[in-house]
């Protein structure tokens, strides 16, 4: 086992839950699937997505990584409420929700997103890339549903696989570099300069 780590990280697990649920709601926004894939989804959206997300965000809190505790933790919730809303509507729980309302929240999370890409300056060009493509994605599929646009929530699915994609490949990085004990798949410097080292792990914030 690489001698690097006194701790796992749970950076990738967090990358993998993200970019997964991510991947599958971004092909049904594009389009190339249809609602019943957004319904197979759902228990994905809530255990994987969600509780998995949410999980790492407290592990990330004893490794003391405020920006993974922050993101995980958010983005974990945030596919809890997708889930959540999806299924109490579908059931008749709630009342129909409009689609600007799912465009306002859309909205405050793309600004949301757009808070956690400022940070990325300090951490790496991977995950700068992966969040600067998210706050689009946001705002695209928040736009759509504003001003009744299919086609610009077609283009936020398109641009969500981006970010799917993008995620997936932080997640295999740091997780083969981990194994491998040296740098296998780059995730390049801070755009900004690096940041101060901190020993043992590699993590989301580190690298």
């Known amino acids: 086992m690489p001698a690097n780590t006194t701790t796992g990280n749970p ?14 709601l971004s092909l ?3 389009g190339i699937f249809g609602i019943e894939l957004e319904m197979a989804l759902i228990p994905l959206a809530l255990v994987f997505g969600g509780f998995v997300q949410l999980l790492v965000g407290l592990l990330e809190y004893q490794e003391g990584n405020t920006f993974g505790l922050t993101a995980f933790t958010s ?16 059931n ?9 309302a799912i465009g ?21 060009w991977a995950l700068w890339s992966v969040f600067l493509v998210l706050s689009v994605t946001f705002f695209l599929l928040a736009f759509g549903d504003l001003f009744g646009m299919p086609s ?16 997936f490949y932080v997640s295999v990085a740091e997780v083969t570099n981990w194994s491998f004990d040296r740098e296998v798949l780059p995730l390049g410097d801070a755009p ?12 989301v914030a580190d690298d």
């Open 11 to 24: 950076g990738p697990l967090g990358l993998a839950a993200f970019s997964l649920t991510t991947v599958l």
């Open 28 to 30: 049904v926004n594009a």
């Open 75 to 90: 983005y974990g919730a945030f596919w809890i409420w997708f889930g959540l809303l999806v299924t109490m509507t579908h």
């Open 92 to 100: 008749g729980w709630l009342p129909s929700v409009g689609t600007s």
């Open 104 to 124: 306002m929240v859309l909205l405050v999370w793309g600004v949301f997103t757009v808070g956690m890409w400022i940070s990325t300056f300090k951490l790496n």
């Open 152 to 167: 610009l929530t077609r283009y936020g699915g398109y641009l969500g696989l981006v970010t799917a994609a993008g995620a």
């Open 192 to 203: 900004l300069g690096s940041t101060p080292s901190t020993p043992d792990s590699v993590s």
